[in-house]
């Protein structure tokens, strides 16, 4: 994998670059579909390329080893294959989905034992072992394992837990580099930075995250509870450490306003389920600001959903269709909402990245976060 | 609405047709997907044009009445504007829906009172209402209001109902006859010919509709409960009167074979909500017989779903890529498995025209009965 740097914003962190990959290249600053079990849900892989425009998607470790199972992915050859994406895909460890199961998994120094949200059956996640499942999955982006604090932690907690964080990414990173791919094409491995709200933690987790000389690097553990000032805070905190010359990965987020800030302070790469899960239930993103297709006001407006949309949707359907599609709970409600969403996710980070290069970064997003965070 | 005759074939009441409306041709024999609420489930409006070649959609009287209320469908100026479907557009009239609710409706000589399924609301539907409100959405082809009994109703009560049903027949065409559109295009309005499995009640009925002298004629009350051979003797029954130049629509029908087998007896048009239903639960319809999606057989069959189908998700994804959908409860694979058998039930009345045309329908089509109702 290679980044290569186009551009740095006057007046901000914000950066254009390009990263390089077997399977294709990925213009970043880039939002990255979720596609948790090998599907972004209620969306075609067509549409998914030729609507949406993606150039890369997640997986999720810990719900393709459960199911369909790492043999059968390994049978088909890896998840590209599997699934028919050709483009890059992206792995999360399955750290954050294991730590949400609370009761269903114990802690040790060794990894995590869990059992499975779907049939209860005993499972043991280390380091290494996730290192070897992604090998298997065969994505071009693995996340190392970690663990994942609530951002209500208390200093001490955060302090032990981010030391068992550092160990799990030597080991992952010692895996990684002593093992190959199995499909013939390189694959490369992001540690994570944690250290929940504390700047100290932050910086000594940052150091350690750059010092591995990983091909990028994530920021873990934000947008998990913790105010968003405090977000952006240590945002700043970890890219002043973290390499100017691998890309960034802010994982789990988030709002446009959030994705147009972290851009701001030097990310280069953001994942959230937001613009799928929350237009399921009949929320629609655009650039003039938030619309909720179940609210009465859209029931006879007849013009499109977006007359000016990134989608092809936006001027397929009327507000007053969706709105019907959504109150009678059609399935085609959600496609249309999943496709709107994600196009607009996609067409916003491509415009800050012509910001970016054209040099008015700064004054577009100023005025574009108020514009997405307005109610309509 | 004209309809021209282009052939029968030898050996069987099967025939080829065109039928012109105002929203375009459609060729017969034909199926129709179901749009109850104005959109087919999990289908974009695009692939069912496109990817399915759908040529006319159901919508259902009841349901848009209800839902988003003809208030709304009148000011988009009607269903079509109202859902982006430029194509022709039938009506079921909502009479089999209404019977449906059992406890909650009421049968009178003037019509049925019921409460509406969604908020227990009181209305009354009359067979010159139902005219009035296909009117206001403005479908192509309007389906008289008729009372639809059981499979198993003994004579006398499908004597009786047999009689309401004529009355509220001539109720509906003359309103229909003293009424105009509302949008400037033509709209037919076909009577139902009832009288369950009683062939002397099937043959009154088949004359009292065709002497209406409507643009079409529709076959009602089967595919409810009678044995399989049952239906096919009514249709014989029914067809022998119903006039020859006139297209013939069988109601609710049905599996691949009976779809065929209903050809083979002179019908023209046919809708069933199987091919989505059923492909929601997993189960695949091709011309080589059923595939139970969920069957753990598929789970490393990395071949595409047919090789030889007739739409492009046959191509795009694998069979254990889609029984993985399955299990995982993704949307994604309701989506592949409704385009899949509406494409395959397209795909088969357009074979069976060819083979109507070619002049060796039932040799094909008795081949094809028995592939199709293969388990795979």
């Not at 150091?207 to 947008?223: C, E, H, Q, R, T």
């Amino acid at each position: 994998m290679e980044f290569q740097l186009n551009a740095t914003a006057p007046g901000s962190a914000a950066r254009a670059g390009l990263i390089t990959t077997d399977h294709g290249t990925i213009e970043t600053p880039i939002f990255m579909p979720v596609g948790t079990v090998g599907a972004v849900k209620a969306v075609h892989m067509s549409e998914l390329r030729d609507d949406i425009g993606a150039q890369i998607i997640l997986g999720n470790t810990y719900h393709l080893y459960l199911r369909p199972g790492i043999d059968i992915i390994g049978q088909a050859g890896g998840l590209h294959r599997f699934n028919g994406w050709d483009r890059p895909i992206l792995t999360d460890s399955g750290g954050f989905q294991v730590f949400s199961l609370a009761a269903n998994r114990k802690l040790t120094d060794e990894g995590v034992t869990f059992r499975s949200h779907i049939d209860g059956s005993k499972h043991l996640f280390t380091p290494e072992r996730v290192v070897d499942i992604e090998r298997a999955i065969g994505s071009d982006i693995m996340m190392a394992l970690d663990e994942c604090p609530p951002g209500t932690s208390d200093y001490n907690y955060a302090r032990r837990s981010l030391t068992l964080t550092h160990q799990w990414l030597q080991r992952g990173w010692d895996r990684y580099t002593h093992t190959e791919p199995l499909y013939g094409y390189r694959q490369a491995y992001f540690p994570i930075v944690q250290g929940c709200v504390y700047p100290d933690l932050r910086r000594e987790s940052a150091k350690f995250v750059s010092d591995l000389g990983a091909d990028g690097n994530a920021i873990g553990g934000l947008a998990v509870g913790e105010p968003t000032e405090k977000m952006y805070e240590m945002i700043e905190v970890v890219n002043d450490i973290l390499p100017q010359d691998r890309p960034r990965y802010l994982m789990g987020v988030g709002t446009p306003a959030n994705i147009l800030e972290a851009i701001d302070r030097g990310v280069d790469m953001m994942d959230c389920v937001m613009p799928t899960r929350n237009g399921r239930n009949g929320m629609l993103f655009t650039q003039h600001g938030v619309m909720n297709m179940r609210n009465r006001k859209w029931a006879d407006d007849f013009s499109p959903i977006q007359e000016d949309g990134a989608s092809v949707v936006d001027r397929m359907y009327s507000r007053a269709y969706l709105r019907h599609l959504f109150i009678a709970q059609e399935i085609l409600a959600m496609q249309i909402a999943s496709i709107h969403n994600l196009a607009f996710y996609l067409w916003l980070v491509k415009e800050a990245r012509k910001h970016i290069i054209a040099g008015d970064f700064k004054t577009w997003k100023e005025e574009m976060v108020i514009n997405v965070q307005r109610r309509l």
